[in-house]
């Protein structure tokens, strides 16, 4: 089953977020704790961390973008999964 990246809350008051720039693209690989996005808040821009490893199959929230905290940004293909398989 593939993982789904939501825009984690980074702080009690935020909302939502702007999506500045990916550090992977689709079909790379990538691996859990390494750096997969910045977002920037109302209050600070952060590095956010990947959740799981596996290949990053889709994004869904590009650059410039806002997404709602929750939201699903891209999806990860685990293990097994060729990434063209997920929904």
């Known amino acids: 089953m593939p993982y789904e990246v939501i825009l984690p809350k980074l702080g009690t008051t935020m909302d939502e977020g702007t999506l500045l720039r990916w550090m992977k693209n689709p079909g790379d690989p990538v691996r859990k704790g390494e750096p997969l996005f910045e977002v920037q808040t109302d209050k600070v821009n ?24 929750a939201e699903v940004i891209a999806v990860i293909a685990l293990a097994g999964e060729k990434p063209g398989d997920v929904p």
Do not use: H, M, Y
């Open 46 to 69: 952060l590095e956010v961390e990947c959740p799981a490893d596996g290949i990053l199959s889709r994004i869904f929230c590009a650059p410039n973008q806002t997404a709602k905290v």
